[in-house]
């Protein structure tokens, strides 16, 4: 049996303060499922961190042995990747438990996590598409502005922290050269960050969509950026707060990695202090990580009210006259 929307999930159209202050009532309710989706998710992040790490240690970190260095940078692509993809699993997960409770069925990090594995392909390839799309340009800008220090700057600079103290003195000419690669990268490197910016918000909704009327990738899309029209500032300003959090939180755990590296100006961090960063990144990722998915699940709700009448739509469901199109707990 279906159930109607309780008081904290009326379905009306809300303003941005309400939003907010229903994602904050959302996540507080219900913390165990959304922390206990985080933590299974923030832990396999922790472990695959501290893999790389167990590399880097083999690699002979901090001096790594020579011609090994390729090897840094495919164990941290490698991490980012595998990261990215258990990233993109809580992402769906938590999109599907704010869906079930936000129309007062009930969620638990079980039923939220397995609701998403069969269609698991589908959620990361709407992401994918979203961050191709959104976030190319800025790669490239990496990829040339690494370029450019790997040119001018001493070999094995970003494996060895000792090179850059053992310098020779700079070639004026070089170094010149090396400021006005900057100058000339700084603003394409600006225009491609908000570009993924703008794209980003576009596609915003595209998981929710995807998650709860089970639409392929390209549908998802398409969806996403017919729903996000008026919307984009206000989902602007939700990813600006999530992100000054957890950067303040990032403020507060990071305080003693500070004063040791001003302690040792130009020396790289022990894997100790390194593997205690790492925690500090689970903890951070298990308190925040569900907070700006559960808001744009509800962003995707309100959007649905406003263009499309869900909430007349839902009160027909509720009433036996129509066919649910959402997936209900259970639901394969």
Known sequence: MTKQPGPLNELRPLNLGEILDRTAALYRTNFLVFAGIA???AGAMLLIQMLHLGALAELGYPEVRPRLEWAVAVSAVLSILVTLLVAGVEVAAISRAVA?????EPATVRSATSGVLPRLG???????????????PLAVMYVAIFALMFAFLPHGFLTHPGVMQRVPPP???AMLELGLGFLVFAPLFAGALVYGIL???RYSLAVPASVVENLPARQAIKK?????????????VLGLLVYALRVMLGI????????????????ALPLGLLAIQQLAAFAINTLI???YSAGLTLFYYDQRVRKEGFDLEWMMRSAGLTEPLEILPGET
Do not use: C, D, E
């Open 289 to 291: 990580g569900p907070i």
């Open 39 to 41: 933590v299974l998710f």
């Open 224 to 236: 996403s950026i017919q729903l996000s029209k008026g919307a984009r500032g206000r989902i602007f």
């Open 252 to 267: 507060v755990f990071g305080i003693p990695f500070l004063i040791y590296a001003m302690r040792h100006v130009g020396q």
């Open 171 to 173: 070639n004026p000419a």
């Open 199 to 201: 794209m980003s918000l």
């Open 122 to 136: 589908r959620y990361l390839w709407v992401m994918t598409i979203a961050g191709v799309r959104a976030w190319t």
């Open 100 to 104: 079930w409770i936000h129309l007062g």
